[in-house]
């Protein structure tokens, strides 16, 4: 079995934005737990943690920080230069 994807650096910059959200709306990791119904292991994980967070998560936390998913996952990714895809080789 493959080990599961993680982009670590990108993880980075949307806790990095979570938690500069919920700064400058005073809104604690237990408001956060309030909100979502999520234990507060699992909003530390999302907001604080390095492990990976579902979509369903991150939108969860989004709605409790009154925030826009958008104003979260704004930021550029880096693309790698892949091969051809398979369409070309015909």
């Known amino acids: 079995m493959a080990e599961q994807y993680i982009d670590k650096e ?16 005073s809104i604690t990791l237990e ?11 699992q909003v530390y994980r999302i907001v604080r943690g390095d492990n990976n967070m579902s ?3 991150l939108i969860a936390v989004c709605k409790a920080l009154e925030t826009q998913l958008v ?3 704004a930021f550029k990714i880096k693309i790698p230069k892949f091969p051809p895809t398979r369409k070309n080789f015909r």
């Open 55 to 57: 979509v369903s998560g």
């Open 71 to 73: 104003e979260v996952v």
């Open 10 to 25: 990108s993880l980075t910059i949307i806790r990095e934005k979570l938690w500069a959200i919920a700064n400058a709306k």
């Open 31 to 41: 408001d956060i737990q309030d909100r979502t119904g999520f234990s507060y292991s």
